[in-house]
């Protein structure tokens, strides 16, 4: 049986969401199992460039789905917006994969991606409105289910 | 023996925090021994709402103790204090529990709550201004020793 | 075989730092084997206090590594830096360590410093911006090697 890493992305920032695709991706190219449980936050990194608002959407929905992979902030320096476009600029410099690389190594990885349905709920966030790169909707019993079996457990 | 989780709650945020509760009533739910050690800001999640103002506090230290449960910030998105309203609606609304719930149910199954002793010093807290749902007051070396026999460790 | 414990080390707050090197002490003065893996911000953390602005920097670089060990934001209530301060005195009164001692003490009780050499990259840092502390240069690979053989992995 392979060795299992289990991360749970609770951040929507560009730089932590690097950070976790990097960990993500390194494992799984050296035959670890990796499953990421996007919860709060972190679903903002699964939203579809295109935002199809629901009916169902609320104001309240709306003002917090503002945020998609495509304009995340960054946790620190952020200086309103300046601080991602320089950091993706650094990265492209010193050949470094961008988040949407990442990402793309991570489905030919076949790292499974779980969003949490509560998270969904309250956000308002429905299968149409993120990627369809996602394996499957469950909850905390989910996640801790696959975390008890795993070498690697961070929270980011 | 059973299978065991321990989370160190270091963050003040509510929406953190619930991710935290969820995680550990879950856990608990499902029969694993579940421990939160609450060091520095996680110590408001703890704080009794009727905060007492005890002799030794100092200026500084009232500072920092300007948060309680009721009062949480959250981490993203916060707009002054309209976020956690908002959150709190939205929670509401799609029948999730509130962390206030979260905290009640936890207590039931008996999750263990740990409070920093060193970080109590810093911050000026006493016995008193924590809820009576504190069952030890203790520094890392006791967390350490619960975490080398956990299944899942996390850092919130 | 000693127990291990793997921090990474993203956070570039001092109340983040203190959380981390108070355990990584606490887990080696018990007779663990301690790996900090420094990445992003928390390479912050191990820069030199005199900071040689290498040629190399381009002024993008430049802004990101405004901050060093002396003077590192906390996570809540910055209050413009009068936090950190404030956190420092209330650290002094109740005689508690700082985080150039618990830094001093990791190095005695042989806490292994990992500096990412990806952050490096992308933040324009070479080995001369950062302390001699540092045992080792290298990326997510060596990290995760580490991580599957410790008892306690914690993301920071």
Redesign the interface.
């Known amino acids: 049986m392979k ?1 299992k ?1 289990t991360i ?1 992305l ?3 920032e560009m ?2 969401a690097i ?1 976790a695709f ?2 993500a991706t ?2 799984a190219s ?1 035959d ?1 199992d990796v499953s990421i449980f996007f ?3 972190g679903l903002n990194i699964l939203k579809k460039k295109k935002f199809i608002i629901t009916k169902t959407q ?1 104001l ?2 709306k ?2 789905n ?1 945020m998609s992979t495509s304009s995340l902030p960054i ?3 952020n ?1 309103f917006g300046l601080g991602p476009w ?2 993706k ?3 492209k ?2 050949n ?1 994969a961008s988040l949407e690389d990442l990402m793309k190594l991570a489905k030919q990885l076949n790292v499974k991606y779980i969003a949490c349905t ?1 998270s969904c ?4 966030l429905t299968k149409e409105n993120l990627t369809d790169d996602v394996n499957e909707f469950a ?3 989910t ?2 289910a696959e ?2 079996e ?7």
């Open positions: 060795d890493m749970i609770f951040s929507g730089d932590k950070a990097t960990l390194t494992a050296s670890m919860t709060f936050w609320m309240m929905q003002m917090f503002t946790s620190k320096m200086y320089m950091m600029k650094l990265m410099k010193s470094m509560t709920g309250v956000l308002g909850g905390a019993a996640y801790l975390a008890k795993s070498k690697v457990n961070l929270f980011i």
